[in-house]
């Protein structure tokens, strides 16, 4: 099928932007950067199914912090020798090396984890951190799971609602062997059991404290905001 006058247009202008040299070098600066920092840095966190080889007990806050012990220190002789290079190339690679490191060193600094080998005064339980998330992905599956609950239910459905309902089909609670073979009369009293015990009704008040906290919180930042706009005014 012979190319509209536009299509030829756009393949001319694709073909000529990455045969520039310009975009040439960077493409190989950043495939250096990521086989130096990016890709392993990926492989620790198992990113984009990436690191299937690493092993899981490093892929921990422990890990991660000896990760970074171990790498920023490469990182930055690589940065010195290629800024000490006469080549254009490397010593635009020592560059981006360098904004790459400052970039880090300062994010790192704001972690206390991350501080706790500079003397500073910063108590680590290294037993459990080495159980916490090293990464958020796992709450941003629980968020897409809400959105896709959100939608299915119209908007109309609470939060909490939406919660009860993830706890009972992430633990398969209606479909497990446990419940799925009781007779209906004991089917209808751990149901019961589940809405109405004493343990039940912990949980609620547990909840009902840490929302109440949450309002509360809420509650003392609006007001603390709208007092600093006043004192603006």
């Given at each position: 099928m012979?190319?509209?006058?536009?299509?030829?247009?756009?393949?001319?202008?694709?073909?000529?932007y990455?045969?520039?040299d310009?975009?040439?070098?960077c493409?190989?600066?950043?495939s250096?950067l990521?086989?130096?920092f990016?890709?392993p840095?990926?492989?620790?966190?198992?990113i984009?199914?990436?690191?299937r080889?690493?092993?899981?007990?490093?892929?921990t806050w422990?890990?991660?912090?000896?990760?970074?012990?171990?790498?920023?220190?490469?990182?930055k002789?690589v940065r010195d020798?290629?800024?000490?290079?006469?080549?254009?190339?490397s010593?635009l690679?020592?560059?981006?090396l360098?904004e790459?490191?400052d970039?880090?060193?300062?994010?790192?600094?704001?972690?206390a984890?991350?501080?706790?080998?500079?003397?500073m005064?910063?108590e680590?339980?290294?037993d459990?951190?080495?159980?916490s998330?090293l990464?958020?992905?796992?709450?941003e599956?629980?968020f897409?799971?809400?959105?896709?609950r959100?939608?299915a239910?119209?908007g109309?459905?609470?939060?909490?609602?939406?919660?009860?309902?993830?706890?009972?089909?992430?633990?398969?609670?209606?479909?497990d062997?446990?419940?799925?073979?009781l007779?209906?009369?004991?089917?209808r009293?751990?149901?019961?059991w589940?809405?109405t015990?004493d343990?039940?009704?912990?949980?609620?008040?547990i909840?009902?404290?840490?929302?109440h906290?949450?309002?509360?919180?809420?509650r003392?930042?609006l007001?603390?905001k709208s007092?600093?706009?006043?004192k603006?005014?």
């Amino acid at each position: 099928m012979p190319c509209r006058k536009e299509e030829k247009r756009l393949i001319l202008a694709v073909s000529t932007y990455i045969k520039n040299d310009w975009f040439l070098c960077c493409a190989k600066i950043y495939s250096k950067l990521g086989d130096a920092f990016i890709f392993p840095l990926m492989d620790l966190l198992g990113i984009a199914e990436r690191g299937r080889n690493v092993d899981r007990s490093e892929r921990t806050w422990l890990g991660g912090h000896k990760f970074f012990e171990r790498k920023l220190p490469e990182l930055k002789q690589v940065r010195d020798e290629s800024m000490d290079s006469d080549d254009g190339k490397s010593r635009l690679y020592g560059a981006v090396l360098d904004e790459v490191i400052d970039t880090l060193e300062r994010q790192l600094s704001e972690m206390a984890f991350f501080r706790s080998g500079e003397g500073m005064d910063v108590e680590i339980d290294e037993d459990k951190m080495e159980f916490s998330p090293l990464t958020n992905l796992g709450c941003e599956s629980e968020f897409a799971k809400l959105d896709v609950r959100i939608v299915a239910s119209g908007g109309s459905t609470s939060v909490q609602t939406h919660s009860r309902k993830n706890i009972v089909t992430t633990n398969w609670l209606l479909s497990d062997p446990s419940f799925t073979t009781l007779s209906n009369v004991e089917k209808r009293n751990k149901w019961k059991w589940a809405r109405t015990s004493d343990n039940v009704s912990d949980v609620k008040e547990i909840e009902s404290n840490y929302l109440h906290t949450v309002k509360m919180t809420k509650r003392l930042a609006l007001m603390k905001k709208s007092r600093t706009v006043e004192k603006k005014q």
